[in-house]
Nanobody, 114 residues
């Protein structure tokens, strides 16, 4: 069964850090590139970071130098370390394949506020 389960969200102050996790079923994870997406209120969902099975990463400009995406292929899990959080990072965060999207998980809410 196709399944993506995101966790680790919460409320964090500006400048704080948070680590998100995404557990994926094997058929999703496999050897495919995975990505973290986010959807802010009133905006479309957008890719913010991606990682290949070999560990090569790409980031959208707004998170470069602050976010780090990693994966553990043995655990079928992808992570997003978010440092130096900004209020504009407030969104629901999802993981999925970078290409060939499958059914979305429930996401995890991240709120950056003082």
């Amino acid at each position: 069964q196709v399944q993506l389960v995101e966790s680790g969200g919460g409320l964090v102050q500006p400048g704080g850090s948070l680590r998100l996790s995404c557990a994926a079923s094997g058929s999703i994870f496999s050897s495919l590139p995975m990505g973290w997406y986010r959807q802010a209120p009133g905006k479309q969902r957008a890719l913010v970071a991606a990682i290949t099975s070999g560990g090569s990463t790409t980031y959208t400009d707004s998170v470069k130098g602050r976010f780090t995406i990693t994966r553990d292929n043995a655990k079928n899990t992808v992570y997003l370390q978010m440092n130096n959080r900004k209020p504009e990072d407030t969104a629901v965060y999802y993981c999925n394949r970078q290409y060939g999207l499958v059914r979305w998980g429930q996401g995890t809410q991240v709120t950056v506020s003082s």
